[in-house]
T-cell receptor, first 116, second 111 residues
Framework: NAGVTQTPKFRILKIGQSMTLQCAQD?????MYWYRQDPGMGLKLIYYSVGAGITDKGEVPNGYNVSRSTTEDFPLRLELAAPSQTSVYFC???????????????FGNGTRLTVT | KNEVEQSPQNLTAQEGEFITINCSYSVGISALHWLQQHPGGGIVSLFMLSSGKKKHGRLIATINIQEKHSSLHITASHPRDSAVYICAVSRPNFGNEKLTFGTGTRLTIIP
């Protein structure tokens, strides 16, 4: 099993450009998440999905969009990139998520994005 | 004040030493996660616990719900344990979509 696979690993964008960060998991997890990690800050949730066709905003969704057409894939779209979106992005998945039955997160290796 | 505080922020120790990393939180929780982020950047989940103690190899995680405090211990530390250790808490009635993360403890083990 590959687990959670993110591509690309690194990317440099110019201000105003767009790109899609890819995320795929092969563990048949319903729950998937996108986080960003900035220096000196804890991980912040951008968007999450509880299953194919269902997505919801996290703590910092502005400037991003997501879709979940299949259980396996959860791409993150950046439209009109801005320097404030320079960060390391992590995709994660979990089998379950809830008060009565939670399960650990499985993370991808991250995408380091620089917007100049 | 952050809802999740970790201490120390940085820790350097000699190989073989017993390591303790602390996590304090100020909100009610349903579970606490310990994560390990290696120098290459990848993040691995070490533990998820809501009470008591869990052990995996040389790693031990404990939690005291009344004191709102958790510790991660590493016995017989090794240079490969060098990483950033992150604590995160999930809120009652929510799952992983409401995790609050600490800023991490950077551990360096010197041979």
């Amino acid at each position: 099993n590959a687990g959670v696979t993110q591509t690309p690993k690194f990317r440099i964008l110019k201000i105003g450009q767009s790109m899609t960060l890819q995320c795929a998991q092969d563990m048949n997890h319903n729950y998937m998440y996108w986080y960003r990690q900035d220096p000196g800050m804890g991980l912040k949730l951008i968007y999450y999905s509880v299953g194919a066709g269902i997505t919801d905003k996290g703590e910092v969704p502005n400037g991003y969009n997501v879709s979940r057409s299949t259980t396996e894939d959860f791409p993150l779209r950046l439209e009109l990139a801005a320097p404030s979106q320079t960060s390391v992005y992590f995709c994660a998945s979990s089998l379950a998520s809830g008060d009565s039955y939670n399960s650990p997160l499985h993370f991808g290796n991250g995408t380091r994005l620089t917007v100049t | 004040k952050n809802e999740v505080e970790q201490s120390p922020q940085n820790l350097t120790a000699q190989e073989g030493e017993f390591i303790t990393i602390n996590c304090s939180y100020s909100v009610g929780i349903s579970a606490l996660h310990w994560l390990q982020q290696h120098p290459g950047g990848g993040i691995v989940s070490l533990f998820m616990l809501s009470s008591g103690k869990k052990k995996h190899g040389r790693l031990i995680a404990t939690i005291n719900i009344q004191e709102k405090h958790s510790s991660l211990h590493i016995t017989a530390s090794h240079p490969r344990d060098s990483a950033v250790y992150i604590c995160a808490v999930s809120r009652p009635n929510f799952g992983n979509e409401k995790l609050t993360f600490g800023t991490g403890t950077r551990l360096t083990i010197i041979p």
